[in-house]
């Protein structure tokens, strides 16, 4: 089964300054997808950003970008010029694409500061 | 605006009744989740269903826990008897595979 973790469960950063948040996953496929979702105090869970295994290029989305590392099962979030309603839980998430379990990792709780 | 409902969004219950979750997936999406959250244990997978069937719920204390889809607009995840473990917030989520999951608010379960 695969498992996702998340080894840092808080972060903290400056307003305008960049972050990274870790992620690493366990899989014995090769073609699956990758998530990183924020859940704000409002409880909704909004994607950020999604990465195809098969797809060499790291996905962006304006502020946020990932870096994968497919050969060290490794799915980093970076947040560049952080902004105070960045403040969020992040979790990292997986998909085979030879399943439907969509499995997550214990959450990073972000903190930004002005 | 296509979303995830569920209902009810806040619960109370007393040790031992039954508590039954409700949830309404977008109109389409083939595969439909149900999580539940704790500080601890983070969003654990509960069970899943593809088209409606069941694919795997090895995630629920079987005992206690059930989760059906009686047709293509409803899902539900029934625990009985409750227990203050129990005690969380539940989420239903739809999409497709590869894709987005749309979650929905969650519903906040307290067993006293």
């Known amino acids: 089964a695969q498992t996702v973790t998340q080894s840092q469960p808080e972060m903290s950063v400056q307003e305008a300054e960049t972050v990274t948040l870790s992620c690493t996953y366990d899989t014995s496929e090769s073609d699956y997808y990758l998530f990183w979702y924020k859940q704000p105090p409002s409880r909704q869970m909004i994607l950020v950003i999604r990465q195809e295994a098969y797809k060499q290029q790291n996905a962006t989305e304006n502020r946020f970008s990932v870096n994968f590392q497919k050969a060290a099962k490794s799915f980093s979030l970076k947040i560049s010029d952080s902004q105070l309603g960045d403040a969020a839980m992040y979790f990292c998430a997986s998909q085979e694409d030879s399943g439907y379990a969509l499995n997550f990792g214990k959450g990073t709780s972000l903190l930004v500061t002005p | ?112």
């Open chain 2, 1 to 112: 605006d296509a979303r995830v409902t569920q209902t009810p969004r806040d619960k109370v219950t007393e040790m031992g009744q039954e508590v039954t979750m409700r949830c309404q997936p977008i109109l389409g999406h083939n595969t439909v989740f149900w999580y539940r959250q704790t500080m601890k244990q983070g969003l654990e997978l509960l069970a899943y269903f593809r088209n409606r069937a069941p694919l795997d719920d090895s995630g629920m204390p079987k005992d206690r826990f059930s989760a059906e889809m009686p047709d293509a607009t409803l899902a539900t995840l029934k625990i009985q008897p409750s227990e203050p473990r129990d005690s969380a917030v539940y989420f239903c989520a739809s999409g497709y595979r590869g894709t987005e999951a749309f979650f929905g608010q969650g519903t906040r379960l307290t067993v006293v």
